[in-house]
């Protein structure tokens, strides 16, 4: 039972260009999201963070918009970079449960100079 | 300020051998997540702990495997008479344990079980 899913194992964009990474959810008592950036033999690293008391989160070239009522949320890097490039994750939690992370599969981005 | 360490980078074992997985959290950090990877998949939450404490474990296989975190020293994932399927990223985590719960890891170890 998959609760946190990302449907695009893998997207390509041109180098300038925005890339939008997608995200659904289905338990609706999740209240904090994460995107992580991995590239290949390492961890992953922490891009941003979004409470669901919000909708919208900002950080330089990177933006985490949160759609509750559609359970739904993305990641967009604009303009994107080839250093971009890496497998993305996104995460959520339950602050009353102990805080571990459930991600999604991942999505392979790659921006092509 | 180093981030989170695990080692060994890579272990080998052969079938029904024990593999020791440490973690050292980042300064200041007292909570500390496990995490697997295995191919082509997203990570999976294994256990949770605190200092001398398990909080939560319902991601952990029931038998072969164990986790702790003494008082002092970092913490330790245990697989004992590993199989195949056990074969993976082991990806440990930190963080501070305040409400805004980001999470931080380390490298990973990866276990080849031949």
């Known amino acids: 039972d998959q609760q946190v899913k990302q449907n695009s194992p893998s997207l390509s964009v041109q180098e300038g260009r925005i890339s939008i990474l997608n995200c659904d959810y289905t338990n609706s008592m999740f209240d904090y999201f994460l995107w992580y950036k991995k590239y290949p033999a390492e961890g992953p690293t922490f891009l941003i963070s979004?409470?669901?008391?919000?909708d919208k989160n900002e950080d330089g070239r990177f933006t985490v918009f949160l759609n509750k009522s559609a359970k739904h949320l993305s990641l967009h890097i604009v303009p994107s970079q080839p250093g971009d490039s890496a497998v993305y994750f996104c995460?959520?939690?339950?602050?009353?449960?102990?805080?571990?992370?459930?991600f999604g599969g991942g999505t392979r981005l790659m921006v092509k100079p | 300020n180093a981030g989170v360490m695990q080692n060994p980078r890579h272990l080998v074992r052969r079938r029904g051998q024990e593999a020791r997985l440490r973690c050292s959290p980042m300064k200041g950090h007292s909570h500390v997540y496990w995490y697997r990877q295995l191919p082509e998949e997203g990570l999976k939450f294994m256990v949770y702990?605190?200092?001398?404490?398990?909080?939560?474990e319902s991601g952990m296989p029931k038998e072969r495997f164990s986790a702790e975190f003494p008082k002092e020293g970092p913490s330790i994932l245990r697989i004992q008479q590993v199989v195949r399927g056990d074969s993976a990223a082991y990806f440990c985590?930190?963080?501070?344990?305040?409400?805004?719960?980001?999470?931080?890891f380390g490298a990973g170890t990866r276990l080849s079980v031949l």
């Open positions: 702990l605190q200092k001398e404490n398990i909080i939560d």
């Open positions: 979004i409470s669901s008391i919000k």
């Open positions: 985590a930190s963080s501070p344990g305040t409400a805004k719960n980001i999470q931080y």
């Open positions: 995460a959520a939690s339950l602050s009353n449960a102990g805080n571990m992370l459930t």
